[in-house]
């Protein structure tokens, strides 16, 4: 009786004791699950206030060129063929145009030939409800001024377009015509550079509104031609209520719930676009991708103790466990400590060419009237925000990398071009550490190719600029580029080879370069700025191009990269 009663007790006591480990676990990580989600809808909001900024950024940018074309067109009293010739040699972007649109007939000239014609440059907004009424344009430099959305006249594409009043010549009548200058660009262009960093917000998408929730751009989610409607159909509302929260929409930054048009609930980010007159910035997530499942080490600890104590279990396997525990914390440290150190060294490689751009603009903006120095300066501007765009297309394409989400985008482009830039992005740290530097191609008859441009040059700027960094001052850097023929018909294979008389490399290292943040350890290498990301983007651009990539190096005896594609 005594046993039977003592085993009863046990057995009480473990059930009391499992029973109170399992009320702990589902209290404790319902509160984390809570807290977690909480925290995911403010690192949504934080992006989609980031995303803003691009936003701005490209808007001002957008709106610099169109300003600059129009004081030049005044300036220099052109009549409408004039400005047309002048904006048609500036283009840089084939998916641009400008129209240049008379304000008393609403018609004019294109850049650009209509869309199925080589000669027909006349453009009409008679039947375009957009120009009816300009009294928001505001002076050149004083503004963004940018349309909503609408069908371009010329080519059927949904576009923007940054606007500027400008006075043409009239050679006829010797006066002057009041007139709108317009660069166009496609919706697509900003949509492309709508892109969330993060993974988990794979199914995230924007929209931009004006002050009365009339669409500037839309995403595929948003219903109805207002998203203030869009919101009513879906959502119970009463009108008080509703108009305190659509006040709020357009004047704050906050999160809100809402449900969409299937009934399903999702998360809505929205932020002031800063500027513009009105337009705010939308971001809509399904609920269920911001849920994400907690690992917490203290109720694994909690759980293991508590079964130690029920089952007794064998002091070395727990002790194999714990010790299983702490390689893995040590893991997770080094790994921390990894993109630690990625984003330190991110910021300092983003600020260089920063500097850069805002200088160059300060100086571009004092000596406006002198055409040769302003363009000069601009042209740099373009030098460096392409680097800068190559620094932060490294941190969004990473993940894209680790997904496998990476694709291509072919365009054809100037491989003279790609060659002048890169050689201008890499003179000043040759410069600076006093390299021996030449570049030599080879059977290069053809200027013109069609591929992924902003890939190609990021893998050439990879390669090139881990060679400059890792070679020491009086050292010698060398490029060879050149054309074979391809097995596939319609194709050409690049030969890029990039030589020097760096460090070099260690065959331990070399087996594992292309891994994301891997650098080899050495003291020089951990003086020298790297994120240790650029090798393992390279290899998978390269892998897409269905090229190869090779590497020849002993340490002290320089390098000897070869890429194929």
Known sequence: MEVRARKTLIIFVNVIIISSILIF???????ESKAAYKRQIEHFENITVTMEHVTKNYLEGEQRICDVWANYINNKNMTIEDAADYIRASHVLASTSAHLIFLETL?????????????????????????EDVSWIDEIGKSINVTRTYTNPMNGEQSLAFCNRITLRDPEKETSVAALLLRVIPVSELEQKWVFPQVEFVNAEYSMIDADGDYIIKGYSFKNSSFFEFYKSYNTTDTSSTKELFDKITSSTDTISMLDSHGQERILAFTPV?????WTLLSLVPSKDLNVDIENWFLVGVISVGLLILFVLDLFHMLYLNKRLGIAAREADLANKAKTDFLSTMSHDIRTPMNAIIGLTAIAEKNLPEVESTAESLRKIGLASNHLLTLINDILDISKVESGKLKLSPMTFSIVETVENLVNISQPMIKEKNIEFSFHIDHMEKEYLYTDQLRLNQIYINILSNSIKYTEPGGRVSVDMRKEASTVPGCTKLIYIVSDTGIGM???????MYQPF???????????????LGLAITKKMVDLMGGTIECESEQGGGNHLHRRT
Do not use: C, H, M, W
Request: charge should be negative; glycine fraction near 10%; avoid cysteine.
């Open 274 to 278: 800063a500027s513009t007159a009105g």
């Open 107 to 131: 018609t004019g000239f294109s850049t650009r030939p209509k869309q199925g014609t080589s000669d027909d440059y006349a453009v009409s907004y008679e039947r375009v409800d957009l120009l």
């Open 25 to 31: 676990v589902a209290l404790y990580s319902g509160y």
């Open 506 to 512: 260690s065959p331990e290292f070399i087996e594992t």
């Open 518 to 532: 891997s650098r080899q350890t050495d003291s020089r290498v951990n003086s020298i700025q790297g994120t240790g």
